[in-house]
């Protein structure tokens, strides 16, 4: 079998390749740089690609006929999303379209991440057949992205919408929050800085660990294509993700965390947690616990801090 994931050189990206290749694929990613030193498990065949070039990404699907395409590749802080729109839209929505559609041409198995984002203000527990409400101009892009896929899988395409709530990982990039609080913290041991500065820290969160998550993805497009949620059905806040963080080395968050309202988000999203029924019934749990992913980010914070 042979896979194309796009934006492999992100956190879900290196946990699904690695996954993959464990599985006996080959594995095929796209960059867009021509970076020399790209963290991708050993065996990824790294090749240039951008979603946002209609006919690059048709040529690559014709280039190496996947079986499986895996469409990872976004721009994924939503916060930033409130202040670079347009690019958003163009990545996430016209993006993904040009992926799905070169995934159709070839007639590939095609996975969409899609996100808990799309839930916005619907109130928790959120599962597949809940309202979409997206406060984001990052959620509305992939809703878009996870109307197109449903658009093409009533045209007889193989495509799947993963909806993942949070999931992260020692690989998360620094500007999450959760990556944010445990290399925070990591300095604060260290003697680097003083204080952590955040947004809200009441903002309610279903977390869960990327390796998990990664491999659900695979499971998926192993059965019917349709939509499914992938959670831990675990809601924590901000603050308790805090506590935990800074409990790990002996502090109280409350000593050294401070609130601002410039991490604040326009339109907030105040609770999110999702009912993975329908994917559980496949036979996909999260091994990975709140607490083991949390020691993990801050042992590594700590670690390389």
Excluded at 8 to 30: A, K, R
Excluded at 177 to 198: D, E, F, M, P
């Amino acid at each position: 079998m042979r896979a194309l994931i796009t934006g492999v050189c992100g956190q879900d990206g290196y946990y699904l390749s690695e996954h993959l290749l464990s599985l006996g694929y080959e594995v095929i990613g796209t960059r867009r740089g021509n970076e020399e030193s790209v963290d991708v498990p050993r065996g990824t065949k790294l090749v240039y690609g951008d979603i946002n070039d209609a006919a690059c990404i048709a040529d690559l699907m014709m280039d190496y006929q996947p079986d499986e395409v895996y469409n990872l590749a976004a721009l994924t802080h939503v916060g930033d999303s409130f202040k670079s729109v347009s690019a958003v839209m163009q990545t996430n929505a016209v993006g993904a379209a040009n992926v799905i559609h070169a995934a159709h041409q070839i007639e590939a198995k095609l996975y969409q991440a899609s996100t808990s984002e799309l839930f916005g203000s619907t109130p928790p527990p959120q599962n597949e057949a809940a309202m979409m409400h997206p406060r984001s101009p990052y959620g509305i892009a992939k809703l878009a992205a996870y109307w197109m896929v449903r658009h093409y899988r009533e045209r007889g395409m193989h495509a799947t919408n993963g909806i993942l709530f949070n999931h992260e990982s020692l690989r998360r990039g620094g500007g999450f929050v959760t990556q944010k609080i445990a290399r925070g913290v990591a300095s604060i041991v260290a003697g680097k800085a003083r204080t952590l500065v955040l947004g809200n820290l009441d903002a309610k969160r279903d977390w869960g660990h990327a390796k998990d998550y990664c491999r659900a993805m695979h499971l998926l497009m192993q059965h019917p294509a349709d939509d499914y949620v992938i959670a831990s059905g675990e809601m924590h806040t901000v603050r308790e993700f805090c506590d935990m963080a800074f409990s790990h080395v002996g502090l109280d968050y409350r000593d050294y965390v401070e609130v601002s309202k410039e991490f604040f988000r326009p339109t907030e999203v105040n609770a999110l947690c999702g009912d993975a029924s329908k994917s559980r019934n496949l036979g996909w749990k999260p091994e990975i616990s709140f607490k083991d992913m949390v020691f993990e980010m801050m042992d590594h914070a700590l670690e390389t801090k």
